[in-house]
Nanobody, 117 residues
Framework: QVQLVESGGGLVQPGGSLRLSCAASGSIFGINHIAWYRQAPGKQRELVALITSGGSTDYTDSVKGRFTISGDNAKNTVFLQMNSLKPEDTAVYYC???????????WGQGTQVTVSS
């Protein structure tokens, strides 16, 4: 079993920054990638950023140049640094991990990010 615990969400003004953390524990051998998704009210969950086991990263167009995903292998933690936040970034942010040869998917409980003045 795999546990993913997100933290770091909160309320921030437009133009501000937040750093989200996703701590992984349990049977995490063979992680293929860890990703951040978000879901705003009334909208579908969307992929925000992804980092592979090899360190490659990818971002959705709307966050390129503003968000950075990174990992600390020693702490089994992935971070999402979010700068120049906009009201449209408001959503619940979820951590997702794809593990093993079957690419089993695991989700965290989510953390709320609200960008508002």
């Amino acid at each position: 079993q795999v546990q993913l615990v997100e933290s770091g969400g909160g309320l921030v003004q437009p133009g501000g920054s937040l750093r989200l953390s996703c701590a992984a524990s349990g049977s995490i051998f063979g992680i293929n990638h860890i990703a951040w998704y978000r879901q705003a009210p009334g909208k579908q969950r969307e992929l925000v950023a992804l980092i592979t086991s090899g360190g490659s990263t990818d971002y959705t167009d709307s966050v390129k140049g503003r968000f950075t995903i990174s990992g600390d292998n020693a702490k089994n933690t992935v971070f999402l640094q979010m700068n120049s936040l906009k009201p449209e970034d408001t959503a619940v942010y979820y951590c997702n991990a794809a593990i093993g040869s079957r690419w089993d998917l695991y989700w965290g409980q989510g953390t709320q990010v609200t960008v508002s003045s």
